[in-house]
T-cell receptor, first 112, second 114 residues
């Protein structure tokens, strides 16, 4: 079985501050990991993915995530938050074809 | 541009009525999925299909039905047997075969049943 846990349903940061969204996974086999972003009343857009190559993955909009096997984590970071980053973020894990499991999501608020 | 379309964006129905949500993709993907999204619960898989004329139940298939007559289309019917159908429904597609692939999502349909 595979699953992800996103720590913190809501995160609030000031504009220009570091963004850190936490994701821990559970998988019995080497996982593929994904971060998606969702703006209100829209679908999900892929930010980045880990597919067993480099452990530090860079994505769109200045986001990156680091795969840490020893900690079973795949936290999402961005050095400097922008107002346009306010959205809901989902971590997802997939250990086999056609089977992707999503976390409950973290809503990011950016204060001016 | 390739992508996934869902229609309509908003849908209102009376309790007891069946309703069909449309999902079309032009990405030439073999696999298609339907998810239900409720606040604070992430995405839950309703049905998925790997090839035409074949589909599998997900975690919450009760009260839903699907068909896959064409590679491009994967409509979802919410039946009157679904006890709490009001939700945001997302369709997705992906390459299938060999390893996990990222899924591409449509814009969603918000269904309200009263």
């Amino acid at each position: 079985a595979q699953s992800v846990t996103q720590l913190g349903s809501h995160v609030s940061v000031s504009e220009g501050a570091l963004v850190l969204l936490r994701c821990n996974y559970s998988s019995s086999v080497p996982p593929y990991l994904f971060w998606y972003v969702q703006y209100p009343n829209q679908g999900l857009q892929l930010l980045l993915k880990y597919t067993s190559a480099a452990t530090l993955v860079k994505g769109i909009n200045g986001f990156e995530a680091e795969f840490k096997k020893s900690e079973t984590s795949f936290h999402l970071t961005k050095p400097s938050a922008h107002m346009s980053d306010a959205a809901e973020y989902f971590c997802a894990v997939s250990a086999r074809d056609l089977d992707m499991r999503f976390g409950a999501g973290t809503r990011l608020t950016v204060k001016p | 541009d390739g992508g996934i379309t869902q229609s309509p964006k908003y849908l209102f129905r009376k309790e007891g009525q069946n309703v069909t949500l449309s999902c079309e993709q032009n990405l030439n993907h073999d696999a298609m999925y339907w998810y239900r999204q409720d606040p604070g619960q992430g995405l839950r898989l309703i049905y998925y299909s790997q090839i035409v004329n074949d589909f599998q139940k997900g975690d919450i298939a009760e009260g839903y039905s699907v068909s896959r007559e064409k590679k491009e289309s994967f409509p979802l019917t919410v039946t009157s047997a679904q006890k709490n159908p009001t939700a945001f429904y997302l369709c997705a597609s992906s390459i299938a075969g060999g390893r996990p692939y990222e899924q591409y999502f449509g814009p969603g349909t918000r269904l309200t049943v009263t």
